[in-house]
């Protein structure tokens, strides 16, 4: 068996190679095997390298955007400009929804870097081992194409779910209206935002199905007290006695802490022909409108029986047609 020529040469990889494997065909293409070995090595150590790199960047982002520190300061950042206008004092209840939108942005952009840095990092590897990339560019291209045209809907997705995430439309615990499904916001992803309803059913919406929020729990919410009383009653009276019972009540401990202004009195919001409506709103913290609307609804009722305030009698529907037909 011939020996390839560069095996003479004692301090060459061809004599190495051959010294070790006894394969003519290694050692014929040691050298361009030892050089290919070394430049991939390196762009796989240069690539693991940046990624890490980019990844710890990400993560201090977050980090500081998530941390006591942003969060005070953002909050005494908030107090001085309402001070300055003059505003009531509302609570801070965007820290966790800012946390959470942060890393959830932190994790997508820890997918786009490894993403990129793998693909630059096979496109090198490819060209040191002597791939053609201009056609696998153009099939990628082609491929690329047509997946887009098939996955349009998720990437809607995605890209509603990002700018909902960077608007900070809405967030864990918020409670929302997005059409068909209204509920408690239990989970926010880039893809499905999943919703529990009143009724403990649990929706799960696409983003880009979404066309309109409402969310009632962002800055702060209004619990409207609507109090039907006949058209017999005295209405002056009636407005003052609810005025007065909904501040009562409104200052009382199991409330006071969710109650952002006093009750304001708006009169008569609406005559039908089973009575007169009165309105009462009051602001208070973002999703305790309910709890509020329930105190001030029981007191007002309990305070409008004790005073005699007359209220709307409806007549079931025989008894009303017994009538008209006497």
């Known amino acids: 068996m011939l020996m390839p020529d560069c095996v003479q040469d004692a301090g060459s990889w061809c004599a190495t190679l051959y010294r070790w494997t006894s394969n003519d065909f290694l050692a014929q293409h040691a050298d361009t095997l030892v050089d290919k070995t070394v430049a991939i090595t ?6 693991v390298l940046f990624r890490w790199l980019a990844h710890r960047s990400i993560g201090r982002m977050v980090e500081g955007a998530t941390n006591g520190r942003f969060t005070a300061l953002v909050g005494r950042a908030r107090r001085l400009r309402r001070a300055d206008a003059a505003a009531p004092l509302l609570p801070d209840a965007g820290s966790q929804r800012r946390a959470q939108r942060a890393r959830t942005i932190g994790s997508v952009l820890r997918s786009i870097v490894s993403a990129v840095v793998l693909l630059v990092a096979v496109m090198m590897v490819m060209n040191e081992l002597g791939y053609p990339l201009g ?22 997705d995605f890209l509603s779910g990002m700018f909902m995430l960077l608007e900070d439309q809405y967030g864990v615990g918020d409670v929302v209206d997005v059409g068909e499904a209204v509920g408690t916001v239990e989970a926010v992803g880039l893809r499905i935002t999943t919703i529990r309803d009143i009724k403990g059913t649990v929706w799960y919406v ?6 309109r929020v409402g969310n009632m729990s962002q800055g702060y919410a209004v619990a409207v007290v609507d109090l039907p009383v006949a058209h017999s009653a005295d209405v ?14 409104a200052a009382q ?8 202004e006093a009750p304001e009195v708006l009169g008569v919001d609406k005559i039908g022909p089973e009575g007169v409506t009165l309105r009462i709103t009051v602001r208070v913290s973002p999703g305790r409108q309910w709890a509020v609307q329930r105190a001030l609804n029981g007191a007002i009722t309990d305070a409008f029986d004790d005073h005699g305030i007359p209220r709307p009698m409806v007549f079931p529907g025989p008894a009303l047609d017994g009538q008209r037909q006497a």
Request: net charge negative; aromatic share 2%; hydrophobic share 50%.
């Open 236 to 249: 002056e009276e009636a407005t003052e006695l609810a005025g007065s019972t909904a501040t009562e009540r």
């Open 206 to 211: 696409r983003n880009g199905e979404i066309l």
């Open 42 to 47: 390196v762009i796989v150590v240069v690539a």
């Open 253 to 260: 401990d199991d409330i006071a802490g969710d109650v952002l």
């Open 135 to 156: 056609p696998l560019l153009a099939g990628a291209g082609v491929l690329g194409l047509a997946i887009g045209f098939g996955a349009q809907n998720l990437v809607r």
